[in-house]
């Protein structure tokens, strides 16, 4: 009967052992999982377009539905479009109701968590962005390149991050610091012109 107890108290330490190590580490694993992520140019531009060609990648996939990408995070994720914050409460992106589509000119403003419930979520890592990387919106059939111009922390009553806009632009933004909605964590894009559209642009002038 003592040998018994001696094991199962052995076995119960080694347990609250992994447990508390566990309990110490997951706060680091998302970072990890980052460090570790697949950077090859076709996982992180998965489909064909302007920004396939410009980390060079050669795939020749389509996107299924509304999507965002953004090489740097190695972040595929879908587009949700609806009334409610509840449709990305299993991951994905949101279009907020108000704000303009992607192929309209104006401010497009797409949500995420960055941790919700006990799960890491879309935009969690969005901290890392930096002015001058890339990001693409694929809305309905159409590829748009954006590149960043603009990162900051703002409070939550800053509603001007999702006001109308006379310039096309897209804004991300998610809550921070991590497990709080203390502040927004705000990413600025702008549309890359391409040079035909430049040309043309210039001739309209």
Not at 101 to 108: H, I, R, V
Not at 114 to 126: A, M, V
Not at 167 to 185: E, F, G, Q, S
Request: hydrophobic letters at 40%; glycine letters at 6%; charged letters at 20%.
């Amino acid at each position: 009967m003592t040998i018994n107890l001696r094991k199962f108290n052995n076995i119960l330490t080694i347990f609250v052992v992994f447990l508390g190590l566990y309990i110490i580490l997951s706060p680091f694993l998302p970072a990890l999982s980052f460090l570790l992520r697949d950077k090859s140019p076709n996982s992180t531009a998965p489909y064909a377009g302007a920004l396939a060609e410009s980390v060079g990648s050669t795939s020749t996939s389509q996107p299924a539905g509304n999507r965002i990408v953004i090489p740097d995070l190695s972040l595929d994720e879908e587009i949700f479009e609806g009334n409610s914050i509840a449709l990305i409460e299993n991951g994905g992106t949101w279009l907020r109701p108000n704000s303009a589509t992607p192929t309209e000119n104006g401010n497009t403003v797409i949500v995420g968590h960055r941790f919700y419930g006990n799960s890491t979520s879309t935009f969690y890592n969005l901290d890392k962005l930096k002015v001058g990387q890339k990001i693409a919106v694929y809305w309905y059939g159409e590829e748009i390149v954006y590149e960043i111009t603009e990162t900051k922390v703002v409070d939550p009553s800053a509603v001007e991050i999702e006001a109308p806009t006379n310039d096309k632009r897209l804004t991300l933004y998610t809550c921070t610091p991590i497990w709080t909605a203390k502040n927004r964590l705000v990413v600025i894009a702008k549309p890359v012109v391409s040079g035909d559209e430049e040309r043309r642009s210039e001739i309209e002038r």
